[in-house]
């Protein structure tokens, strides 16, 4: 008896102190401090074959000029029906048709496209033309203006990425659009990435921006050809970490990007850490356990990795080669990225 009556006197002090805008640590204790990481999202994959129909009734159905992207996002419902596709990150594909031009535009969130089916295609990135060639990646850092054109004879389809959601949460996003009706946009040639284009060789001299990479065109060919030559990491798989020339850091400040290659029926030493990834299936089939999950995948699917999960890849064809989007530049700058391996 006594102790309900202390039961009840003490949550009649709580919602006391709920009114006053006042709440006692002690209890909220346990969920101010989680004694892990718990991710909100379950893995989840989303599949080619379904997302292309709908990508190509999204570019036979939508004018580019009534939209400012024609992407479709990949979302987890495990999210409340936030458009987020893990946290901090989202990922899409965007559709381009002949003659479109997706107009000029600088956010100050990151974002990065790799090309799957885009040949032909080009992102203008900061007055550099960028052509899009198999498995080329290209960064818009933040505040960098870009556009997109296709001047293909036929649809384009590419792989996007962006840190929207971690600057959602920071309430930093600032978006400015271009001049629409200017052509000189569209005028652009190479440009100053011819600057940035031999690895391991820059301008002693040239001035530019810290908080990102100032390449902003990542080769496709040349990442398959370190693939090729690279030794095996801890985990078993051959890792590239696309970098900033002028730091060896993470390409933008808090989007970092890798390419993986999976040898055929060697699985990778599971692995946690408390980054979230998005892995695109660039080429070859296989299989991820992620969690308590295990997916079968094929060329351009999309699988989460959410944080603190187990994550474990293996080919089952022959090699097979994913790009990896994540926030772990965002972890490892903020001093909170842990990894693990089983
Ligand atoms: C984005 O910023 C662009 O700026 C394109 O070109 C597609 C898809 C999802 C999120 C951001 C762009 C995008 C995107």
Redesign the pocket.
């Known amino acids: 008896m006594a102790e309900s009556a202390t039961t009840v006197k003490r949550s009649d002090f709580v919602a006391q102190l709920e009114a006053s805008n006042l709440h006692p640590l002690w209890d909220r204790f346990r969920t101010l401090t989680p004694v892990k990481p718990q991710a909100k999202d379950p893995p989840l994959i989303w599949r080619w074959r379904d997302i292309e129909p709908f990508a190509e009734r999204a570019g036979s159905e939508v004018p580019i000029d009534d939209v400012?992207?024609r992407?479709l996002?990949l979302v987890n419902p495990a999210f409340d029906g936030e458009t987020v596709t893990t946290s901090n990150l989202?990922?899409?594909f965007?559709v381009l048709d002949p003659g479109d031009r997706?107009r000029p535009?600088r956010?100050t969130?990151a974002?990065i496209?790799f090309a799957t089916r885009a040949e032909g295609a080009a992102?203008i990135v900061n007055d550099r033309r960028c052509d899009m060639h198999d498995g080329d990646l290209i960064l818009?850092p933040p505040m960098c203006w870009?556009?997109?054109i296709n001047e293909s004879d036929h649809r384009i389809i590419w792989f996007?990425?962006?840190n929207?959601p971690l600057i959602r949460t920071l309430d930093a996003n600032f978006f400015e659009p271009g001049d629409q009706k200017s052509n000189q946009f569209w005028q652009a040639d190479e440009g100053d990435e011819k600057l940035w284009a031999e690895s391991g060789m820059i301008g002693a001299d040239l001035p530019h921006a810290t908080a990102h990479s100032p390449k902003y065109h990542y080769s496709g060919a040349a990442t398959r050809r370190l693939l090729a030559t690279l030794p095996a990491g801890p985990d078993g798989a051959r890792t590239v970490r696309y970098t900033n020339p002028a730091t060896g850091g993470a390409v933008m400040p808090a989007l970092d990007c890798y390419a993986v290659r999976l040898a055929k029926d060697r699985a990778t030493r599971p692995k946690r850490t408390t980054c979230n990834s998005i892995c695109l299936v660039v080429s070859g089939t296989g299989r991820s356990t992620v969690g308590e999950h295990t997916f079968q995948w094929s060329q351009h699917d999309v699988f989460s990795i959410p944080h603190w999960s187990w994550a474990s890849h293996a080919a089952t064809g022959g090699d097979a080669d994913l790009f990896i989007v994540s926030d772990r530049v965002a972890f490892e700058r903020l001093e909170l990225l842990r990894e693990e391996y089983q």
Request: glycine share 4%; hydrophobic share 50%.
């Open positions: 400012e992207r992407a996002i989202i990922a899409a965007t997706a535009h956010h969130f974002a496209r992102t818009t870009h556009g997109h996007d990425a962006a929207i």
